[in-house]
């Protein structure tokens, strides 16, 4: 079964400290793996995808079907990166389907 | 600027009365989905418009349906919501249904049933 973990509800840390939001998924097929966020009173909003191997607000995620993850990262968080992050699965073909995981809160504290 | 728009943000509607929540936008895009999100759960995709063509997922219940009049917008109609329904529901946009057209969300409308 397609399935999106993400195993924290909440992740908090201190302004300047490493990031790591935690993203499994589960396909037998070709994965196409996205994070949105939300942040407060907005819109979900695409962050980055993995077939880009962009760098955006100073986030990366690499994609390791090793592993079968997709963790989100950033050397340094700020305090406006709190807000909801969603992992994302897709890569049905032309399907339309997104797979979102149940979303980790990050709290970054000054 | 382009965007997605869901009206209203809040409803609130009786168990068991029909209820319509809109989205319309002005993106142009193909493609318009509805996502229903309860309470800490993960966005759940109900169904898709990829322009006229109507494609429900196999686990939506029959209870939700949906219409889209035009390119601009989409309508979800719940016949008979039961309180299990109450949830956020979101409107989304892309420009065509692979994996290089990113998703464009609305800001959702909260759905109560009493």
């Known amino acids: 079964a397609q399935r999106v973990t993400q195993p924290e509800k909440l992740l908090s840390v201190f302004k300047g400290a490493p990031v790591e939001l935690k993203c499994n998924y589960s396909?037998?097929?070709?994965?196409?793996l996205f994070w949105y966020v939300q942040y407060s009173r907005q819109r979900l909003q695409l962050l980055l995808r993995?077939?880009s191997r962009e760098s955006i607000k100073g986030f990366t995620a690499d994609l390791n079907k090793g592993e079968t993850s997709f963790h989100l990262k950033k050397p340094f968080a700020q305090e406006e990166d709190s807000a909801m992050y969603y992992c994302?699965?897709?890569?049905?073909?032309?399907?339309?389907?997104?797979?979102f995981g149940q979303g980790t809160t990050l709290q970054v504290k000054p | 600027d382009a965007m997605v728009i869901q009206n209203p943000r809040y409803q609130v509607t009786q168990f068991g009365k029909p209820v319509t929540l809109s989205c319309s936008q002005t993106?142009?895009?193909?493609?318009m989905y509805w996502y229903q999100q309860k309470s800490s759960q993960a966005p759940k995709l109900l169904f898709h418009?990829?322009?006229?063509?109507?494609?429900n997922e196999a686990d939506t219940p029959d209870n939700f349906q949906s219409r889209r009049p035009n390119t601009s917008f989409c309508f979800l109609d719940i016949r008979s919501p039961g309180l299990g329904d109450a949830a956020m529901y979101l409107c989304?946009?892309?420009?065509?249904?692979?994996?290089?057209?990113?998703?464009?969300f609305g800001n959702g409308t909260r759905l109560t049933v009493t």
């Open positions: 994302a699965l897709s890569g049905f073909g032309n399907t339309g389907k997104l797979i």
């Open positions: 993106l142009n895009h193909n493609v």
């Open positions: 993995h077939i």
């Open positions: 418009y990829y322009d006229k063509d109507f494609n």
């Open positions: 989304a946009t892309s420009r065509d249904r692979g994996d290089n057209s990113p998703l464009h």
């Open positions: 396909y037998s097929g070709s994965p196409e």
